[in-house]
């Protein structure tokens, strides 16, 4: 029987070998944690299908905002609930609405964290749909204008980046023309670029209250069969001047994650989404799973593939697991 020579189990030997040849390193600073601001005071209520997460009013957003700041997580991702829902869903550019006061209060209460807000109109329209229905259908070009100033209004609370997640096609542009002829132009997009119509969403419309009152997103999200179509998703995206751009959900595109990685400079991000983050925390509940390990495995596989950046509702607990 002949000896192997080639033996890659050398480097397997011990955690300090291990240690030196590791290709991915998760950070702290990796990590975008999402928040889901309401109306009122004092308001922190768990939100039953994203056990650890809360909805906050915007004042306890900004303390919970310090505390992830204080984990040397350096930015949040910022949905709103809003007082009021109508046809056309004027709160969601009302600068009184909850997500407007919140922006405000965490740029006073955390200088220095960089607060992403999310652009949509299906928190705030009657129907749930993240544009405005014409004819029964969700109209594309009536909805941009819209779309831009709700971007507008959340650079003027102070906003850092704006990350638009309805996928009409131009949204990117309309908002970076409007923020531009605002002054506002060092405020950034980071655009959900390749969105899918995706099941992993489930729990996150229980936290936003977004559910489409009729029909689905299908004729706006895209295809969870379609590779190239997100290509050209992401390239128009950059062509119309989006800073970052994202794959959402990530697990189960993370092919898709690779090939927007090789493909363009731009930084890449990937929403680590609820439907996935619910599973584990369900699974580990019932002692399915070793939670830690299983978290930072699926953390760790989603930069591998190739995100810069992870919004991920685990961010809290990882960070604390990988300082010790
Ligand atoms: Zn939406």
């Known amino acids: 029987m002949t000896k192997p020579t080639i033996r890659p189990r050398r480097l397997r030997a011990s955690e300090s070998i291990r240690s030196l040849v590791r290709e991915t390193v998760l950070s702290p600073t990796d990590f975008v944690f999402p928040l889901f601001v309401v109306p009122g005071e004092n308001v922190k209520v768990e939100v039953p299908s994203l056990p650890g997460n809360y909805h906050l009013s915007p004042d306890m957003a900004a303390a919970e905002a310090r505390a992830i700041q204080n984990l040397g997580i350096p930015a949040v991702l910022v949905f ?7 046809e056309r869903g004027s709160s969601a550019w009302d600068a009184n ?11 006073d209460a955390c200088p220095g964290l960089a607060i992403i807000s999310d652009v949509c109109l299906c928190q705030y329209t ?36 704006v990350a638009p997640s309805d996928m009409m096609d131009g949204r990117v542009a309309a ?43 299908c004729s706006y999200q895209m295809d969870p069969a379609n590779a190239r179509e997100a290509l050209r998703e992401v390239a128009l ?8 751009v994202m794959v959402k959900p990530a697990l189960a595109y993370l092919d898709i994650v690779r090939q927007v990685k090789d493909s363009f400079r731009q930084p890449v991000a990937a929403y680590n989404v609820s439907g996935e983050y619910a ?21 760790t596989g989603i930069k591998r593939a190739g995100a810069d950046i992870i919004i991920t509702y685990h961010a809290p607990d990882a960070v604390r697991w990988l300082s010790r």
């Open 80 to 86: 709103g609930l809003p007082q009021y829902k109508n």
């Open 237 to 244: 995206d950059i062509e119309e001047g989006a800073d970052i």
């Open 126 to 161: 009657s129907h749930g749909h993240c544009g405005h229905i014409s004819n029964g259908r969700v109209d594309n070009d009536s909805s941009l204008e819209s779309i831009a100033l709700t971007a507008l209004s959340h650079a003027a609370a102070g906003a850092d980046m």
């Open 175 to 217: 908002i970076r023309r409007v923020l531009d002829a605002d002054s506002y132009q060092d405020v950034g997009i980071m655009s959900y670029a390749a969105k899918y119509a995706s099941a992993y969403y489930g729990p996150f419309r229980d936290a936003a209250q977004s559910a489409p009152q009729f029909g689905d997103r």
């Open 279 to 299: 599973m584990i925390k369900a699974a580990a509940a019932k002692g399915w799973v070793d939670e830690r390990r299983i978290v930072l495995e699926t953390l």
């Open 97 to 107: 609405s909850p997500v407007q006061q919140a922006i405000a209060r965490i740029k």
